[in-house]
C-alpha cells in the first residue's frame, strides 16, 4: 500500500494523540495499520521538508528565456554550453547552464 499523503497522515496523528490505538483508528479510516504506523512514527511530518541542497542560480525567467533561446533556432540549438552563457550574459558559468537545461529535460547527444 502506498504512503499516506498530508492530510491522512495528519488525520492519523491526531487519533492517536487523543488516545486512539493503531486498530480503532484502521476500522475508523480504513488504511492498513502499517500505514497507520508509519504515519504516526517520529521522523514521519504531515508537511513535507523543505528541498535540500544548493539553492539554484538562475531564475525560473533565466530558465524560461535560456530554453526559449536554445529552442528559436538549429544553431542556437548546437551551441556549447560556454557559448550560451556567453551570448545570454546571465552572469554564470557553462555548468550552471548544462544544469538548468537538464532540469528542463534537455540532454546532449552525439551526431
Known amino acids: 500500500a502506498p504512503e499516506l499523503t498530508r492530510d ?3 488525520d492519523c496523528q491526531l487519533l492517536l494523540s487523543i488516545g486512539w490505538s493503531y486498530s ?3 476500522k475508523q479510516i480504513g488504511y492498513t495499520i502499517r500505514q497507520i504506523e508509519g504515519a504516526c512514527s517520529e521522523e514521519a511530518r504531515a508537511t513535507p521538508k523543505k528541498r535540500s ?3 539554484t542560480v538562475l531564475t525560473q525567467a533565466q530558465v524560461e528565456e535560456l530554453v526559449e533561446f536554445a529552442c ?3 544553431t542556437n540549438r ?3 554550453f560556454a557559448k550560451l552563457s556567453e551570448a545570454l550574459d546571465f552572469g554564470v ?3 550552471a ?3 538548468a537545461l ?3 529535460g534537455f540532454h546532449r547527444r552525439l551526431a
Do not use: F
Open 8 to 10: 491522512p497522515k495528519r
Open 24 to 26: 480503532q483508528i484502521h
Open 53 to 55: 541542497g544548493r539553492p
Open 72 to 74: 528559436a533556432s538549429s
Open 78 to 80: 548546437r551551441m556549447s
Open 93 to 95: 558559468k557553462k555548468d
Open 97 to 99: 547552464i548544462r544544469n
Open 102 to 104: 537538464l532540469r528542463e
